[in-house]
């Protein structure tokens, strides 16, 4: 039943160690979203595709970077990832038939 | 450009009293208006929407919102919380049509429910 689903639910990475957080749906919807939610703040956009087309926050650091090979799959990848980064991850999809966004359970990234 | 503004980070309350989280937003554009809840390690899950049809909303688990444009706002409640209600509650904005996509949250604001 799960519809956005993310993996792993948990990941622990090293300093400067790349690393990549995978996001998959089974609802078909064109726009995907990727935010990273610091312990008690929002969630923060960092970009989201609609179809192929890729949109970048302006303030989305270049150490983070996203993939989409298809409609179902989009992938977070952090190059370096600082202390700074460690964070819940989260994806979310969206059609534009329907105004709300889909969330998936999220990845807590932990960074030593 | 759209924002939400969040009054009180932490709201408490007793088991079986009115919830009342308030949410104010900013669109220079029709709003759609979202609440999100949000239990701890988990993803945010959609309670209730206001999509320009009926200005009071009901939502899952019996919450409700009213959409009042002249005040700008868009507060949560419950007649009555529930323990199980314990949880982080999101506001958010998204521009009403056209190809604005974002979803723009405010800031969050933590429930505790006292038995």
């Known amino acids: 039943d799960a519809m956005v689903i993310q993996n792993p639910r948990y990941q622990v990475t090293q300093f400067g160690k790349p690393v990549t957080l995978s996001c998959s749906q089974t609802?078909?919807?064109?726009?995907m979203y990727w935010y990273q939610q610091k312990s008690s703040q929002a969630p923060k956009l960092l970009f989201h595709y609609y179809d192929k087309d890729f949109n970048n926050e302006a303030d989305t650091p270049d150490n983070f970077q996203s993939r989409r090979p298809n409609t179902s799959f989009c992938f977070l990848d952090i190059r370096s990832p600082g202390l700074g980064d460690a964070a819940m991850y989260l994806c979310?999809?969206?059609?534009?038939?329907?105004?709300?966004?889909?969330f998936g359970q999220g990845t807590r990234l932990t960074v030593v | 450009a759209q924002s939400v503004t969040q009054l009180g980070s932490h709201v408490s309350v007793s088991e079986g009293a009115l919830v009342l989280l308030r949410c104010n937003y900013s669109s220079s554009v029709p709003p759609y208006l979202f609440w999100y809840v949000q239990y701890p390690n988990q993803g945010l899950q959609l309670l209730l929407k206001y999509t320009s049809a009926a200005t009071l909303v009901k939502g899952i688990n019996g919450f409700e919102a009213e959409f009042k444009k002249s005040e700008t706002s868009f507060h949560l409640t419950k007649p009555s919380a529930h323990m199980s209600d314990a949880a982080e509650y999101f506001c958010?904005?998204?521009?009403?049509?056209?190809?604005?996509?974002?979803?723009?949250f405010g800031k969050g604001t933590l429930l505790t429910v006292n038995p």
């Open positions: 609802l078909n919807h064109n726009v």
């Open positions: 979310a999809t969206k059609t534009t038939a329907l105004p709300e966004a889909f």
């Open positions: 958010a904005v998204s521009a009403y049509g056209g190809s604005n996509y974002k979803l723009t």
